[in-house]
């Protein structure tokens, strides 16, 4: 099965340190895409980050960046400097090539004061 | 710059009452457009999606039916709807991209919950 693994169900983390979210991935296909995105509580699902599997450098935006080892699967995504608006869900997910995202179940990240 | 509407945002219907849900884009032309449905605290289904004017598909047997009336309208609709229907709903687009590769990015509208009792 092409599935998409979030190993945490909820992740907690001080305002200003860092935190990093876990993601592994199961494909047969060499060319693909990964995303991260994130739902606060108003539920709608935002854009964070994205990654061409082709690509060697690990995308970057502002304090979000991900760690991509294609060989392992993993798809991690680091958050630099917390801030309270960070806390939501986060999805981690893969585009494959019948026009559809896998998406994993989700970790929930809370951000203390 | 491209934009996504859904509506309404929130729905309380009956079991058994029909169901339209809307969703428009604006800013491009002849996107992608998909609907998703996520239930309390889970990740997300996909219901449909449609690459063309003419061509929607079907991802979960299910009482929902999905139309794409003009290029950038999608509607999800049902005859009756069930208890297990509840949910969010989310619309999203996206347009097809050759680079390198081809390329793909989903953005997402701002949802409809949906309610039935």
């Known amino acids: 099965a092409q599935t998409v693994t979030q190993s945490q169900p909820e992740m907690s983390v001080q305002e200003a340190e860092t935190v990093t979210l876990s993601c592994t991935y199961d494909?047969?296909?060499?060319?693909?895409?990964l995303f991260w995105y994130k739902q606060p509580p108003s539920r709608q699902m935002i854009l964070v980050i994205r990654q061409e599997a082709y690509k060697q450098q690990n995308a970057t935006e502002n304090r979000f960046s991900v760690n991509f080892q294609k060989a392992a699967k993993s798809f991690s995504l680091k958050i630099s400097d917390s801030q309270l608006g960070d806390a939501a869900m986060y999805f981690c997910a893969r585009f494959d090539s019948n026009y559809q995202l896998i998406w994993g179940a989700g970790t929930k990240l809370i951000i203390k004061p | 710059s491209q934009t996504i509407h859904q509506w309404p945002a929130t729905l309380v219907q009956p079991v058994g009452s029909p169901l339209s849900l809307e969703c428009t884009v604006e800013g491009t032309s002849n996107p992608n457009l998909y609907w998703y449905r996520q239930a309390a605290g889970r990740g997300l289904q996909l219901l449909f999606y449609?690459?063309?004017?003419?061509?929607i598909s079907s991802e979960v047997p299910q009482n929902l039916s999905a139309s794409r009336p003009q290029d950038r309208q999608f509607i999800l609709s049902s005859k009756k709807l069930l208890l297990s229907d509840s949910g969010f709903y989310l619309c999203?687009?996206?347009?097809?991209?050759?680079?390198?590769?081809?390329?793909?990015?989903?953005?997402f509208g701002p949802g409809t919950r949906l309610l039935v009792l």
């Open positions: 449609s690459i063309g004017i003419d061509q």
């Open positions: 494909t047969s296909e060499s060319d693909y895409y």
């Open positions: 999203a687009w996206s347009v097809m991209k050759f680079v390198v590769h081809r390329e793909e990015t989903q953005y």
